[in-house]
T-cell receptor, first 117, second 111 residues
Framework: GAVVSQHPSRVICKSGTSVKIECRSLDFQATTMFWYRQFPKQSLMLMATSNEGSKATYEQGVEKDKFLINHASLTLSTLTVTSAHPEDSSFYIC?????????????FGEGSRLTVL | TQLLEQSPQFLSIQEGENLTVYCNSSSVFSSLQWYRQEPGEGPVLLVT?????EVKKLKRLTFQFGDARKDSSLHITAAQPGDTGLYLC???????????FGSGTKLNVKP
């Protein structure tokens, strides 16, 4: 089946630095990818929709200048957490769908655990 | 505010018992999916339902989509310790690939 890969799986950074997380669709082209964050023992919260070749669409309450999303190719989307602070520590997960007019399977990456000291 | 509310939030049962998890919303969904997630990993898709009133079975798991496509349920028969995990429902409102997740149900099945 289709695979979505995230990198890095874990990252620890100092407060004030920026961190980039990559999401790759390995065997299919994804015109749209989605970024979620998940706090411990909570559900996934949709942050933004990453659109290949255009600006990302952010959910209400998500700071677009804080969480920069770039979808430069059909197989790669990146999420950059800028000027990270301890409250940004979370599990970030991306997903990519096969698209089309019917509901397809949504493939999730393995997740990236960010810890901001 | 969560678009999808799941109940119960936590469930701890003995092996062999049956259980039902509910997923409710005031919104109508074009499709709804159920996922199971292990700690530190991404969610894994269990089922997709599209048609109101649809019932799907996956071994000991039975999924139902409400007639109005606003709610869903997951029923597990004769639960096993391997069923332990976080169960998430997710609904797509318009875009078939843009899903909003429910609040989650953490299931623990004791041997």
């Amino acid at each position: 089946g289709a695979v979505v890969s995230q990198h890095p799986s874990r990252v620890i950074c100092k407060s004030g630095t920026s961190v980039k997380i990559e999401c790759r669709s390995l065997d299919f082209q994804a015109t749209t990818m989605f970024w979620y964050r998940q706090f411990p023992k909570q559900s996934l919260m949709l942050m933004a929709t990453s659109n290949e070749g255009s600006k990302a669409t952010y959910e209400q309450g998500v700071e677009k200048d804080k969480f920069l999303i770039n979808h430069a190719s059909l197989t790669l989307s990146t999420l950059t957490v800028t000027s990270a602070h301890p409250e940004d520590s979370s599990f970030y997960i991306c997903s990519a769908g096969t698209g089309g007019p019917r509901p397809g399977e949504l493939f999730f990456g393995e997740g990236s655990r960010l810890t901001v000291l | 505010t969560q678009l999808l509310e799941q109940s119960p939030q936590f469930l701890s049962i003995q092996e062999g018992e049956n259980l039902t998890v509910y997923c409710n919303s005031s919104s109508v969904f074009s499709s709804l999916q159920w996922y199971r997630q292990e700690p530190g990993e991404g969610p894994v898709l269990l089922v997709t339902v599209v048609t109101g009133g649809e019932v799907k079975k996956l071994k000991r798991l039975t999924f139902q989509f409400g007639d109005a496509r606003k709610d869903s349920s997951l029923h597990i028969t004769a639960a096993q310790p391997g069923d332990t995990g976080l169960y998430l429902c997710a609904g797509a409102v318009r875009d078939f690939n843009k899903f909003y997740f429910g609040s989650g149900t953490k299931l623990n099945v004791k041997p």
